[in-house]
């Protein structure tokens, strides 16, 4: 299970300025490691990530079951996740179902700290930790138990059933994605 301090450092290495990392330090300091796991709190941290294609600028998204709207893929961290990166990809990988990533972002590009639903059960505020994946739109998602949908979209053309924190997000997020990969292929090359 991923320990504190990694947690703490990749949240300190997100690519953009967030208002949000403040919250997750005061989250890491008021309950410590629970903050890493569902079941020692209605406050957690969450792994996500966006996969996305630069060549179409597109977005592959998932309809959750639970929320009942589009959104990127994520959710909890599990025993087998030594850091947050990991939990993503994890996450990405089991809802999308494609078993390649071509690039996954080294650093989180993204915070952001929301308040759940009733249906979530006792999950009451997940402080989510954003990452980025590339793929491809010729690859054929595969839908998971968690949801409904999951479907490629022209960033032009986004659902109307978008999770409303990512109607003004999800540009930003998917042009965050495309400058981590660029700076990452810069210094590969």
């Keep these: 299970m991923i320990c504190l301090d990694t947690a703490r450092a990749e949240v300190g290495a997100t690519s953009a300025p967030t208002d949000f990392t403040l919250?997750?330090?005061?989250l890491f300091v008021s309950v410590g490691d629970a903050a890493l796991r569902r079941e020692a709190?209605?406050?957690?941290?969450?792994?996500?990530?966006?996969?996305?294609?630069?060549?179409?600028?597109?977005?592959?998204l998932n309809?959750?079951?639970?929320?009942?709207?589009?959104?990127?893929?994520?959710?909890?961290?599990?025993?087998?996740?030594?850091s947050l990166r990991s939990a993503a990809r994890r996450e990405a990988i089991e809802e999308s179902g494609l078993n390649r990533?071509?690039?996954?972002?080294?650093n989180p590009i993204d915070l952001h700290v929301h308040d759940l639903s009733a249906?979530?059960?006792?999950?009451?505020?997940?402080?989510?930790?954003?990452?980025?994946?590339?793929?491809?739109?010729?690859?054929?998602?595969?839908?998971?138990?968690?949801?409904?949908?999951?479907?490629?979209?022209?960033?032009?053309?986004?659902?109307?059933s978008l999770m409303p924190d990512l109607v003004v997000r999800l540009?930003?997020?998917?042009?965050?994605?495309?400058?981590?990969?660029?700076?990452?292929?810069r210094h590969r090359g």
Excluded: I
């Design 101 to 106: 990533l071509a690039w996954f972002s080294p």
């Design 63 to 82: 309809h959750h079951r639970k929320a009942g709207l589009w959104g990127q893929f994520g959710g909890h961290l599990e025993a087998e996740d030594d």
């Design 41 to 60: 709190g209605a406050e957690h941290v969450t792994a996500s990530c966006l996969v996305f294609d630069p060549d179409t600028e597109s977005v592959l």
């Design 23 to 26: 919250d997750f330090e005061r």
């Design 171 to 185: 540009p930003e997020l998917y042009r965050a994605g495309v400058e981590s990969r660029e700076v990452s292929d």
């Design 119 to 160: 249906s979530f059960g006792a999950c009451e505020r997940h402080f989510d930790v954003v990452f980025a994946a590339v793929a491809s739109v010729d690859d054929v998602p595969v839908v998971s138990d968690e949801s409904l949908a999951v479907k490629w979209f022209p960033l032009a053309a986004l659902p109307s």
